[in-house]
């Protein structure tokens, strides 16, 4: 059963610091695209970032450059999310995807291409 579970999101004060982490199952995702979505309320998903483990391929959205840091354990199967320097706009719940397709010229952006999707972990931020 090809199966995502994301862990490590939690309640952060401004300034801190979480990493997320994303288990793969049922597949082995060095092959394909992992990403990051997030989603606020009354927003729509965004993509903040995305590797291609096999070639080491990274991509960030342009607000979480610097702060955030996508890598992939490929002995464990299992996708990360650095996310230092947490502000209040972070907020929101993060959830992992693969998608065969590659994550090259801005695919890696577009929920759609996503077939495999987590159920998500919560990232709030506030004083």
């Known amino acids: 059963q090809v199966q995502l579970v994301e862990s490590g999101g939690g309640s952060v004060q401004p300034g801190g610091s979480l990493r997320l982490a994303c288990a793969a199952s049922?597949?082995?995702?060095?092959?394909?695209?992992m990403a990051w979505f997030r989603q606020a309320p009354g927003k729509e998903r965004e993509g903040v970032a995305a590797?291609?483990?096999?070639?080491?391929?990274?991509y960030y959205a342009d607000s979480v450059k610097g702060r955030f840091s996508i890598s992939h354990d490929n002995g464990k199967n299992t996708l990360y999310l650095q996310i230092d320097t947490l502000k209040p706009e972070d907020t929101a719940r993060y959830f992992c995807a693969a998608t065969s397709r590659g994550c090259g010229f801005g695919y890696w952006r577009s929920p759609d291409l996503f077939s495999t999707w987590g159920q998500g972990t919560q990232v709030t931020v506030s004083s």
């Open positions: 049922g597949f082995s995702s060095v092959h394909f695209c």
């Open positions: 590797i291609f483990p096999a070639g080491r391929n990274t």
